[in-house]
C-alpha cells in the first residue's frame, strides 16, 4: 500500500518562511507527477504547485513568485518551499502523487494534510 507521508507547518509569522515535506512510502513501480493542493474553509481544494519526475513545473497563479518546489527522486520525497507568507496562506496543506505500477496502471494518492496558520 503507497502512502504519502507529509511534515512541517504549524504556526508560521507573517512574512517568514515554510518548508514541507512529502514522501512516498510504499511498494510501487515509481512515482511520477508529485504536488501540493491548499485547502481553505469555504473554497475547494486549490492546486498550487507541481513537479513531474523530469523536471517540469506546474504552477498556479496563486503560487507565482512566492512558493517553490523540489524533489528528490531517489527518495521520493517532493519539498514545498513558500517564501514572505500572508495570513491569507494559511489553510491545510496537501500533498498528493500519482503511483504508477509495472502495467502502467496508476493512481491518485493524497496526503493527510498539514495544517498551516500564518500568524500576524
Known amino acids: 500500500q503507497v502512502q504519502l507521508v507529509e511534515s512541517g507547518g504549524g504556526l508560521v509569522q507573517a512574512g517568514e518562511d515554510l518548508r514541507l515535506s512529502c514522501a512516498a512510502t510504499g511498494t510501487f513501480h515509481t512515482v511520477n507527477r508529485m504536488g501540493w493542493y491548499r485547502q481553505t474553509p469555504g473554497r475547494p481544494r486549490d492546486h498550487l504547485i507541481s513537479m513531474y519526475k523530469n523536471g517540469q513545473i506546474d504552477l498556479s497563479d496563486s503560487a507565482m513568485g512566492r512558493f517553490n518546489i523540489t524533489r528528490d527522486n531517489e527518495k521520493n520525497v517532493v519539498f514545498l518551499q513558500g517564501h514572505g507568507l500572508r495570513s491569507e496562506d494559511s489553510g491545510v496543506y496537501v500533498c498528493?502523487?500519482?503511483?504508477?505500477?509495472?502495467?502502467?496502471?496508476?493512481?491518485?494518492?493524497w496526503g493527510q494534510g498539514i495544517q498551516v496558520t500564518v500568524s500576524s
Open positions: 498528493t502523487a500519482r503511483f504508477y505500477e509495472l502495467d502502467f496502471n496508476y493512481r491518485n494518492v
